[in-house]
């Protein structure tokens, strides 16, 4: 089945420590995207990558850092900078056409605990 | 500045009932996309329906439809018969033009519970 999957679906941090977030498709998409969802919030993106090799900041990159060296992978790395990093991360794909019914497929999100 | 407004955090509704749940958006583009996204408490987003800026009839999937007002910039999303798995939360969201990137713009959701 084609999909997207994030792992580990609950993780827990002390503070202080970087932290990566996997994500990774099969549905041959160009574009991936990373998102940070707080409660009562909307989804705030947080880094996009259009194509393998580049990667663009989003809304809230402070903090964040990513890499796209395959097409199939786009981790996301939570540094100790990140001022409040405990949310649920969802990651996203899509056909990157840029066409505007490119509808974004979304992986089951991993929520992260920092303490 | 790209903007949606969903300003109903919590809505109730009857099984077997209609329910309508608003969106408002904001943009200078002139071509956009607007969706709804559907997400349970197992956290994934699961797409509902898509509305293109220059389509003439309002999107319809299955029991739901998207009552698209350009001039009003609303994309209000219908759900007809309403069923208990549909108690969830709701989430309007717009992809924009080359000015944006082609970003996606999402609302702060609503809150649906569907009454037995």
């Known amino acids: 089945d084609g999909g997207i999957t994030q792992s580990p679906k609950y993780l827990f941090r002390k503070e202080g420590q970087n932290v990566t977030l996997s994500c990774e498709q099969n549905?041959?998409?160009?574009?991936m995207y990373w998102y940070r969802q707080d409660p009562g919030q909307g989804l705030r993106l947080i880094y996009y990558?259009?194509?393998?090799?580049?990667?663009q900041k989003g809304d809230i990159a402070e903090g964040y850092s990513v890499s796209r060296e395959k097409k199939e992978s786009f981790p996301l790395t939570v540094t100790s900078a990140q001022k409040n990093p405990t949310a649920f991360y969802l990651c996203?794909?899509?056909?990157?056409?840029?066409?505007?019914?490119?509808?974004?497929?979304f992986g089951p999100g991993t929520r992260l605990t920092v303490t | 500045a790209q903007k949606i407004t969903q300003t109903q955090p919590g809505m109730f509704v009857q099984e077997k009932e209609a329910v309508t749940l608003d969106c408002t958006y904001d943009?200078?583009?002139?071509?956009?996309?607007l969706f709804w996204y559907k997400q349970p408490s197992s956290g994934e987003m699961i797409f509902l329906i898509y509305?293109?800026?220059?389509?003439?009839q309002n999107a319809t999937e299955g029991r739901y439809s998207l009552n698209f007002q350009k001039a009003r910039k609303s994309a209000n999303l219908v759900i007809s018969a309403s069923q208990l798995g549909d108690s969830a939360m709701y989430f309007c969201?717009?992809?924009?033009?080359?000015?944006?990137?082609?970003?996606?713009?999402f609302g702060t959701g609503t809150s649906l519970t569907v009454i037995p």
């Open positions: 996203a794909s899509s056909m990157g056409s840029g066409a505007h019914n490119d509808e974004q497929y």
């Open positions: 969201a717009m992809r924009g033009g080359l000015s944006t990137g082609n970003q996606f713009y």
């Open positions: 509305q293109g800026s220059y389509d003439e």
């Open positions: 943009t200078s583009d002139q071509s956009y996309g």
């Open positions: 990558s259009q194509i393998v090799n580049d990667f």
């Open positions: 549905l041959n998409h160009d574009a």
